[in-house]
């Protein structure tokens, strides 16, 4: 299993660093620095991710990074371009994820998890100067730094008990090295905003503007995501972590959903939506073996299509609130139609993309010899379609208010545009994915 | 190709007829619903010509090649049902001409034939699985956006009850693989490849065999897991009744015959006792509720659990009877059911009231509405002669088999069946009625409305005295005694 940790070309990695290098040094440029470091960014991160992809081998390195840049796109892309430091924190925190990615050492993935998070605070605390931004940003911060620091703990009584802080060799089965990871795990679990470190989730996500949300729930999950894959891979196969993952995974995923059935902010829904998907995420995890890499990374990539195109609405149709939702699609039928398309595929409705990721952590689970795994996705399979089913009947079935929901600006003609690839994405990951993924050789 | 054309030509249909014109769209939907049907019949032609049980396939490499795997096959079973879906839509654009936002409407329909296709014509579990949910959406949409009052709770209490039912089967549907390949090490998800599975024979065969049935039972519905069916019914506009209940209960007893018992036949037989008098406590149970009803559509939604109640019991039973009585039930309660609720669509359309005491003395003011309404609930009672009878009485053979007191009761249920059918037909057509009552809205059928009744009373007609040809071709499909 170690060798899935083979070192990758350090070259891309590079170029990461060097984008945010040059992101850092537009702020020297005379004229509209904000535009010109964001399309910087934009490209360097394009390149730099493109040069590392490895296709036909995700494993657990640089293959991943992609996916980390693909999820922050939409952000970049919607920035205003008036001056702004926010094109730096967003490349350093996806050369943060890089970092992750390309980490076999402890420290190094430590120093990665860091560079990913600290912009993230920054970014959700400069959204607005309202009170509960500042208090949403500080619970971020603070649980972010209790995360960071458990995983100190656990990287210095793994050094204790082995002498060696690589990820690379097998974790002896001794108690202590065994707690050391527990206690790292807890990082990557803040970051997927697994119960109960779940707390800092629904502020932070209802603070942000979508675009911020939307990044926070694809990027940053899917190196949480990695991050866990990472740890559980070095403690092999036999750990305890192999029940811990699923259970906590499923408590995850029903908490969320339970909670999600009774909110009015559409940014807590989605919230609790993407922190019931990363649930589902941990139970793969905890399932084990390469057939959960495999399924993680395809998951991954189908929830970045839907989720995005989610957050994106709401971007698009200036929606805050559940109650706005009514009458969309007489307002804007196009808009409400792809809105069907990427909440019933977030509800794992076939033929969408939700669907066959559902059905792949059926599958790993099942296989893994978990049935109960599988009864508790099946009862939250059904938990979740009580809200989504609620978030398709205000847009469609309810009655139009008499007057619309004041749209605060106009936003910008890329919404639309981003919202129809994300849509279409998560359509045809679901048509196209299953006849083209062999499925079994993953079940080993 | 002629299986992928037969589920995809429906959702072209539906995309295209989405996007026309209202004006268009009624005469568009007709024509494509009636063209669907011609191909319908025309794909079975060479079924006369072929070899064993499965005779269209559409294989693109060896059985057990891989476990998603693009496997569509049809035999007689899948067939007739494929042609009672294909009768079933044109009718109902025949029948419910005038429904508002017809571009949408029609088009949802098409959506929901093309996935009934593919439920119908999946040989592969994971297409059987991804249609089954799929037809779901355009039916909450059917109901949601196309019901009456209280269309908006209706709609989302059928999508999660039915999702209940979904969620078992996929646990269901994904252990099966997983537990045949450990004890065979082959992966497949083919139904050919998975009959007689040794799964069966352990004890995670028999929750698999519980999930499986569980989902297919919220779809029949089997008591007690009927309630969603009759605030579906009640709140759904004509057409998405006539289908739902025509066609989409069907898929449950479809899954019956073509993935639990052929794949557990030992559990299945040893299941008797349990699904055999949960078949008959449907009849009884559903008759007895269709006699306290004051809305005709709820009235018609119980006798749906009634009549569906035969073939549960029937089929369990694992005689060649039961069987094929089962699966002839099947196309007989289509047609008759599918009959009464465009009979009471109608009758809402012109009197918007389904309450039964509203209506009176109508077979003075609608004759030809009387005569047809007959006809239909008549075969949907059981009169011989009639369609209805033929399906019943083999299901009751069937059963009187293996358990006959379970059959005695469940003769009763035809019984029942006419002590709610005749009184609600006395009370509609002579009953007595106060001046100004809606009766007086109520005017004769149409030739459109006559011609889809007079379609259905054909068949009722040509099913009921001449039921062999039918019998002969669904029994190889069934042959699993």
Same mark, same amino acid.
């Given at each position: 299993? @170690?060798?899935?940790?083979?070192?990758?070309?350090?070259?891309?990695?590079?170029?990461?660093?060097? *984008?945010? %290098?040059? /992101?850092? &040094? @537009?702020?020297?440029?005379?004229?509209?620095?904000?535009?010109?470091?964001?399309?910087?960014?934009? *490209?360097? %991160?394009? /390149?730099? &991710?493109?040069?590392?992809?490895?296709?036909?081998?995700?494993?657990?390195?640089?293959?991943?990074?992609p996916l980390f840049v693909a999820g922050a796109l939409p952000f970049l892309a919607l920035l205003p371009s008036a001056g702004e430091v926010a094109p730096a924190l967003i490349a350093s925190s996806v050369l943060g994820m890089a970092v992750l990615a390309w980490a076999r050492h402890l420290f190094a993935l430590f120093l990665g998890l860091e560079l990913m998070s600290l912009p993230l605070y920054l970014l959700l605390a400069r959204q607005s100067r309202e009170r509960r931004t500042l208090e949403a940003a500080l619970k971020y911060f603070f649980s972010g730094s209790l995360a960071a620091g458990l995983f100190l703990m656990g990287m210095a009584l793994l050094y204790v008990s082995t002498g060696s802080f690589s990820l690379d060799q097998a974790v002896p089965a001794r108690p202590a090295a065994q707690l050391a990871l527990v206690l790292m795990g807890c990082a990557p679990l803040f970051k997927l905003a697994a119960f109960p470190l779940h707390f800092w989730l629904p502020d932070a996500y209802d603070a942000a503007s979508p675009e911020l949300a939307s990044f926070m729930s694809t990027s940053v999950k899917a190196a949480g995501a990695l991050m866990l894959l990472k740890l559980s891979v070095a403690l092999g196969p036999d750990s305890y972590l192999t029940w811990i993952l699923p259970a906590v995974g499923a408590a995850t995923m029903t908490v969320a959903n339970l909670l999600a059935l009774r909110q009015d902010s559409l940014h807590r829904v989605l919230?609790?939506?993407?922190?019931?998907?990363?649930?589902?995420?941990?139970?793969l995890a905890g399932t084990g073996g390469e057939g959960a890499l495999s399924a993680t990374a395809v998951y991954l990539w189908i929830y970045l299509f839907m989720n995005a195109g989610a957050w994106l609405v709401l971007r698009a149709g200036g929606l805050r609130r559940v109650s706005d939702l009514r009458g969309l699609s007489a307002r804007r039928p196009i808009l409400a139609l792809l809105w069907a398309v990427v909440i019933l595929s977030l509800a794992g409705i076939p033929p969408t993309g939700g669907f066959f990721a559902k059905l792949l952590v059926f599958l790993a689970a099942l296989q893994a010899d978990k049935p109960w795994a599988a009864a508790a996705l099946a009862l939250n399979g059904l938990l979740a379609l009580g809200y989504y089913a609620r978030l398709v009947r205000e847009a469609f079935l309810e009655a139009a208010p008499k007057e619309a929901p004041a749209a605060e600006t106009e936003p910008p003609r890329l919404v639309p545009i981003l919202v129809c690839v994300c849509a279409l994405g998560a359509l045809w990951l679901g048509l196209w994915a299953p006849a083209a993924v062999g499925v079994e050789a993953w079940l080993k | 190709?002629?299986?992928?054309?037969?589920?995809?030509?429906?959702?072209?249909?539906?995309?295209?007829?989405?996007?026309?014109?209202?004006?268009?769209?009624?005469?568009?939907?007709?024509?494509?619903?009636?063209?669907?049907?011609?191909?319908?019949?025309?794909?079975?032609?060479?079924?006369?010509?072929?070899?064993?049980?499965?005779?269209?396939a559409e294989l693109p490499g060896p059985l057990s090649e891989g476990l998603i795997h693009y496997f569509f096959a049809v035999d007689s079973l899948s067939l007739s049902l494929i042609w009672l879906t294909a009768l079933l839509h044109p009718l109902c654009v025949l029948a419910a001409w005038s429904e508002d936002r017809p571009s949408a409407y029609w088009a949802s329909f098409f959506f929901l034939e093309g996935g009934l296709f593919g439920v119908f014509t999946a040989q592969n579990l994971f297409y059987f699985y991804a249609f089954w949910d799929f037809v779901l959406i355009p039916m909450f949409f059917i109901i949601g956006l196309w019901g009456s009052e209280n269309r908006r709770a209706a709609a989302v209490k059928f999508l999660l009850y039915t999702?209940?039912?979904?969620?078992?089967?996929?646990?269901?549907?994904?252990?099966?693989?997983?537990?045949h390949h450990r004890m065979t090490g082959i992966w497949t998800w083919d139904v050919p490849g998975l009959i007689a599975t040794p799964v069966g024979a352990t004890p995670a065969g028999r929750w698999i065999f519980a999930a499986l049935a569980l989902g297919f039972a919220v779809k029949i519905?089997?008591?007690?897991?009927?309630?969603?069916?009759?605030?579906?019914?009640?709140?759904?506009?004509?057409?998405?009744?006539?289908?739902?209940?025509?066609?989409?209960?069907?898929?449950?007893?479809?899954?019956?015959?073509?993935?639990?018992?052929?794949l557990f036949p030992e559990i299945s037989r040893a299941a008797f006792p349990i699904f055999g008098a949960l078949g008959v406590i449907n009849i009884l149970y559903g008759a007895l509720c269709a006699m306290a009803q004051t809305d005709l559509k709820r009235l018609i939604a119980f006798t749906s659990i009634s009549h569906l109640g035969f073939c549960v019991?029937?089929?369990?039973?694992?005689?060649?009877?039961?069987?094929?009585?089962?699966?002839?039930?099947?196309?007989?309660?289509?047609?008759?059911?599918?009959?009464?609720?465009l009979l009471v669509g109608m009758l809402y359309s012109r009197a918007h009231t389904r309450r039964l005491d509203a209506f009176g003395e109508l077979a003075g003011r609608a004759p030809r509405l009387a005569v047809f309404f007959a006809v239909i609930l008549l075969?949907?009672?059981?009169?011989?002669?009639?369609?209805?009878?033929?399906?019943?009485?083999?299901?009751?053979?069937?059963?009187?088999?293996?358990?006959?007191?379970?059959?005695?009761?469940?003769a009763c249920g035809t019984v029942l069946a006419a002590a709610y059918?005749?009184?609600?037909?006395?009370?509609?057509?002579?009953?007595?009625?106060?001046?100004?009552?809606?009766?007086?809205?109520?005017?004769?059928?149409?030739?459109?409305?006559?011609?889809?009744?007079?379609?259905?009373?054909?068949?009722?007609?040509?099913?009921?005295?001449?039921?062999?040809?039918?019998?002969?071709?669904?029994?190889?499909?069934?042959?699993?005694?």
């Open positions: 299993m @170690t060798s899935l940790l083979v070192a990758p070309n350090p070259l891309p990695l590079l170029a990461f660093g060097v *984008t945010v %290098l040059a /992101v850092l &040094a @537009t702020g020297f440029a005379r004229r509209r620095p904000g535009a010109t470091a964001r399309t910087i960014a934009a *490209t360097g %991160l394009v /390149v730099a &991710a493109a040069r590392s992809c490895d296709p036909g081998a995700m494993g657990l390195g640089a293959g991943w990074t919230a609790y939506s993407s922190m019931a998907h990363a649930g589902t995420l941990i139970l | 190709m002629a299986l992928t054309l037969l589920w995809t030509v429906p959702m072209a249909a539906g995309l295209a007829v989405w996007l026309l014109a209202p004006r268009r769209a009624r005469r568009a939907a007709l024509g494509l619903s009636l063209a669907i049907l011609a191909y319908a019949v025309w794909i079975a032609l060479p079924f006369s010509r072929g070899e064993g049980n499965l005779r269209l999702f209940l039912g979904s969620m078992a089967l996929l646990a269901g549907l994904v252990a099966l693989p997983v537990l519905p089997l008591w007690p897991l009927h309630n969603w069916l009759p605030d579906a019914h009640t709140e759904a506009p004509a057409g998405g009744s006539v289908m739902l209940a025509g066609v989409m209960l069907k898929m449950g007893v479809y899954g019956f015959l073509r993935v639990i018992l052929p019991a029937g089929l369990f039973t694992l005689t060649p009877e039961g069987l094929t009585g089962s699966a002839l039930q099947l196309i007989n309660h289509g047609i008759s059911t599918g009959g009464l609720f075969s949907s009672i059981g009169l011989p002669g009639l369609n209805g009878f033929v399906g019943e009485l083999l299901t009751l053979a069937g059963l009187a088999r293996v358990r006959l007191g379970l059959a005695a009761l469940g059918g005749i009184p609600t037909y006395q009370r509609v057509f002579f009953g007595p009625c106060a001046a100004g009552s809606v009766s007086e809205r109520v005017s004769d059928l149409d030739w459109r409305e006559s011609l889809a009744l007079a379609v259905l009373c054909a068949f009722a007609l040509g099913l009921g005295l001449f039921p062999g040809p039918l019998l002969r071709f669904l029994t190889p499909a069934v042959a699993l005694w």
